[in-house]
């Protein structure tokens, strides 16, 4: 058996795991980080890849705001672009009362200075020939974007090894106990790490994790599906959803579309698999609202696992109940973007005590305390 003694453990090399040890090991804590695949391999591999700011909660958008130059310059933080491109982002309209509610988040986030621009009738038609009849305008953020997950993913995990971190890869955490003030991890009987403190990264897991160490913290999962058509004549430019949601998008350079809306179903051992009539109304959408990609050849598929909460926001910051345990997960489906910053607020609060980001909101006991008000039943 391996033994190591460390500062820090992190289970889960996602881009949320790696994101925090790369950011720990720049401040010199010694950190072992242990996953059950490869580095990236899981939800932050195989996510839609948008890099977007517009459409996040108030409390999102401090993290966002945190994040969004580290994208412009990622290649000096993990040593690739990641195909990386601030393409723009439009949340499309279908309807007057679509419009009315993109003009309300503008106004309600006014203060993250997102410079949100409602397009509608002959200006938005003017500007983007490509949509559909039944899109009937937009909310346009410039500086929102789009990157290839499996490369910033799997290149997040490299730079926390390059920066010194000891990544172990297929290795499921097997055992968690309480050892003094600090944590016993075992992988089976290949793998024990002791470490004064614990990052639980560990997504879709994540919620079996806590409760192995006596927090509970409700999440259901959900399987998010993908797919790419065939290399297309350019069609759209900027990363696009729809109010209300249902359907995301986006070309990248070499013509491919990404497209996703949908959810697959649980197949065995943490897998997923696509769902024929999640792919076919992902399709029947995308001719809707991109008429040019009716005939568009599907090449690729593939369903994800993510862990969803009740409010939409993840658990980030200290456990609670066991001190030393930080948890950050349940990012629903929301997390690409966030992640570079999450990671820096972890190691804030790991070594500070306190983050300069608010993440007040995201406290992992959040539900467990609206239980308790007057009024609330459990």
Not at 128 to 150: K, L, M, V, W
Not at 184 to 199: E, I, N, T, Y
């Amino acid at each position: 058996m391996k033994n190591f003694d460390t500062d820090v453990a992190v289970v889960g090399a996602g881009l949320i795991g790696s994101a925090t040890a790369l950011a720990l090991r720049q401040r010199g804590v010694a950190v072992v980080m242990l996953e059950r695949d490869l580095g990236g391999s899981r939800a932050s591999g195989v996510n839609f890849g948008g890099v977007r700011r517009q459409g996040r909660s108030p409390a999102q958008l401090h993290l966002a705001a945190r994040a969004h130059p580290i994208w412009a310059d990622l290649k000096a933080k993990i040593g690739i672009d990641g195909e990386y491109v601030r393409s723009g982002h439009i949340k499309l309209a279908r309807s007057q009362a679509d419009l009315t509610a993109l003009a309300a988040y503008a106004a309600r986030v006014a203060d993250f200075d997102l410079g949100l621009e409602i397009l509608e009738g002959r200006a938005f038609r003017e500007r983007y020939p490509c949509f559909g009849p039944e899109i009937i305008g937009g909310s346009f953020c410039p500086g929102d974007g789009q990157a290839n997950p499996r490369l910033v993913a799997a290149a997040y995990a490299q730079a926390a090894r390059q920066a010194g971190c000891e990544v172990i890869e297929r290795c499921p955490v097997t055992g968690i106990t309480r050892e003094g003030d600090g944590f016993l991890l075992r992988c089976g009987d290949a793998v024990a790490v002791r470490a004064r403190r614990l990052v639980n990264a560990a997504g879709a897991w994540g919620a079996g994790i806590a409760a192995a160490l006596g927090d509970d913290i409700p999440m259901r999962f959900d399987y998010p599906t993908i797919l790419v058509t065939e290399p297309l004549p350019p069609i759209v430019s900027v990363n696009i959803g729809i109010e209300g949601g249902g359907f995301y998008g986006r070309q990248v350079e070499r013509g491919n579309l990404v497209m996703g809306g949908g959810f697959g179903v649980a197949s065995g051992d943490g897998a997923s698999r696509p769902d024929s009539g999640a792919l076919a109304r992902i399709g029947g959408r995308a001719a809707a609202i991109l008429p040019a990609t009716r005939h568009a050849r599907v090449i690729r598929i593939w369903a994800g696992i993510e862990g969803y909460t009740a409010d939409k926001n993840p658990f980030i910051g200290e456990s609670a109940n066991v001190p030393g345990l930080f948890h950050a997960f349940g990012f629903s489906g929301g997390g690409f973007q966030i992640a570079p910053a999450v990671g820096e607020v972890l190691c804030e609060l790991i070594c500070e005590g306190r983050s300069s980001t608010p993440v007040e909101a995201f406290r992992p006991d959040r539900f467990q305390q609206q239980s308790a008000e007057p009024g609330r039943t459990p």
